[in-house]
């Protein structure tokens, strides 16, 4: 299989964001076809068998590749192991190729491909990549119309007013970290003395391929490393919307709505962080550990953590250091970290009194 990534990026200004995300959507497609419509050819793509059973634009009778993504949901939707048959792929291609058309053949369930048809630079041929299967009830929301919405809604507040800090984007993830220059606040000392600066903000994240629902979560940036730290609430994120029974007029009066909540819920997770540094740890290291263990991380990164401690014996202090340590990691797991030291911030006085009593053996999950 294939797969299509764009690493993780700085941008300067949402311009940047907002060009690289209309250019990724170019060429977008989706076909809609029983999945026995749908076999792999002995040179490894897909093709369909009628054409003619397949809702969707036209130029549907190339053929195309898929990406890994793609092929697990197929591979899920068809019930065969996905760890055993993408080895098979790798290994004995004519194997996989069998058993998929002879499962496929017999599931006649509507799916929605969703595709990328791009011209070759050099041949002119059109060529086809399926970047998702998802059901036939499954609701669109692109990252291109996100990013209209978002150009909207941020153009009123003006471009003095909000800074784009990273963004993501792979063959079935986007993410997008904003921060607010007017809510910037001197929280605590760095270790030469010099204040500690961190700003309130959003995280944007969406699939078109349904890895994840759209979700507007709480983000605390702290200035000086880049370290982003998301807020934990007990009832979720502020807003999350499933790619079912979207309605586009509501979804952009809830996304206005939401950001208004999220910023004012985003203060008062900054004012919980700076009252953090009141709350003393008594010894930073078997907290940790402790914490580290509680969480299943890994060796590596609990090394990390303990590397990235700054000598600040405080409960800011640890949470630093875990959203330091977070900063090395892969996308999505560093967005699972720094959740966890959202919920940290927020530990009281005697959870911090248990963390550092006692430190039993463990061992990190890879």
Not at 180 to 198: E, F, V, W
């Given at each position: 299989m294939t797969s299509t990534i764009m690493e993780s990026k700085k941008a300067t200004t949402f311009e940047d964001v907002y060009n690289t995300v209309m250019k990724d959507s170019e060429g977008k497609a989706d076909y809609e076809t029983p999945l026995n419509n749908l076999?792999?050819?002995?040179?490894?793509?897909?093709?369909?068998?009628?054409?003619?059973?397949?809702?969707?634009?036209?130029?549907?009778?190339?053929?195309?590749?898929?990406?890994?993504?793609?092929?697990?949901?197929?591979?899920?939707?068809l019930n065969m192991p996905a760890a055993y048959f993408k080895r098979?792929?790798?290994?004995?291609?004519?194997?996989?190729?069998?058993?998929?058309?002879?499962?496929?053949?017999?599931?006649?369930?509507?799916?929605?491909?969703?595709?990328?048809?791009?011209?070759?630079?050099?041949?002119?041929?059109?060529?086809?990549l399926i970047r998702g299967a998802v059901s036939d009830i499954y609701g669109i929301l692109d990252n291109d119309t996100i990013m209209r919405l978002l150009r909207q809604l941020l153009n009123a507040s003006g471009e003095d007013r909000y800074t784009v800090e990273s963004f993501y984007l792979d063959d079935h993830r986007f993410h997008m970290r904003l921060s607010y220059n007017d809510l910037t606040r001197a929280i605590g000392t760095l270790p030469d003395g010099s204040p500690d600066y961190n700003r309130v903000g959003n995280d944007f994240i969406n699939s078109e391929?349904?890895?994840?629902?759209?979700?507007?979560?709480?983000?605390?940036?702290?200035?000086?490393?880049?370290?982003?730290?998301?807020?934990?609430?007990?009832?979720?994120?502020?807003?999350?919307?499933?790619?079912?029974?979207?309605?586009?007029?509501?979804?952009?009066?809830?996304?206005?709505?939401?950001?208004?909540?999220?910023?004012?819920?985003?203060?008062?997770?900054?004012?919980?962080?700076?009252?953090?540094?009141?709350?003393?740890v008594p010894d930073p290291f078997i907290a940790i550990r402790n914490i580290a263990k509680a969480e299943k991380f890994s060796t590596d990164l609990t090394a990390d953590v303990l590397d990235s401690f700054e000598g600040d014996n405080s409960a800011y202090g640890v949470v630093n250091a875990i959203t330091k340590a977070a900063r090395n990691l892969p996308n999505e797991k560093r967005l699972q970290v720094e959740k966890v030291a959202g919920n940290v911030v927020k530990f009281a006085?005697?959870?911090?009194?248990?963390?550092?009593?006692i430190e039993e053996p463990s061992q990190g999950v890879a």
């Amino acid at each position: 299989m294939t797969s299509t990534i764009m690493e993780s990026k700085k941008a300067t200004t949402f311009e940047d964001v907002y060009n690289t995300v209309m250019k990724d959507s170019e060429g977008k497609a989706d076909y809609e076809t029983p999945l026995n419509n749908l076999y792999m050819m002995q040179n490894g793509d897909f093709a369909f068998k009628d054409v003619h059973n397949v809702a969707g634009p036209k130029l549907r009778d190339i053929t195309f590749k898929m990406t890994d993504w793609a092929e697990g949901q197929i591979l899920t939707r068809l019930n065969m192991p996905a760890a055993y048959f993408k080895r098979a792929y790798s290994e004995e291609p004519e194997l996989f190729r069998q058993h998929f058309n002879y499962w496929a053949e017999h599931d006649d369930r509507a799916t929605k491909l969703r595709t990328k048809i791009q011209k070759h630079e050099i041949t002119g041929q059109m060529i086809g990549l399926i970047r998702g299967a998802v059901s036939d009830i499954y609701g669109i929301l692109d990252n291109d119309t996100i990013m209209r919405l978002l150009r909207q809604l941020l153009n009123a507040s003006g471009e003095d007013r909000y800074t784009v800090e990273s963004f993501y984007l792979d063959d079935h993830r986007f993410h997008m970290r904003l921060s607010y220059n007017d809510l910037t606040r001197a929280i605590g000392t760095l270790p030469d003395g010099s204040p500690d600066y961190n700003r309130v903000g959003n995280d944007f994240i969406n699939s078109e391929v349904a890895a994840s629902a759209f979700h507007l979560q709480d983000l605390l940036w702290r200035l000086i490393c880049s370290n982003g730290l998301k807020a934990f609430t007990k009832d979720g994120d502020p807003f999350s919307q499933r790619h079912i029974h979207l309605r586009p007029d509501e979804f952009k009066s809830r996304v206005a709505s939401e950001m208004v909540k999220s910023i004012e819920h985003g203060v008062e997770f900054l004012e919980e962080f700076e009252a953090s540094q009141k709350v003393a740890v008594p010894d930073p290291f078997i907290a940790i550990r402790n914490i580290a263990k509680a969480e299943k991380f890994s060796t590596d990164l609990t090394a990390d953590v303990l590397d990235s401690f700054e000598g600040d014996n405080s409960a800011y202090g640890v949470v630093n250091a875990i959203t330091k340590a977070a900063r090395n990691l892969p996308n999505e797991k560093r967005l699972q970290v720094e959740k966890v030291a959202g919920n940290v911030v927020k530990f009281a006085p005697t959870t911090w009194e248990k963390l550092t009593a006692i430190e039993e053996p463990s061992q990190g999950v890879a």
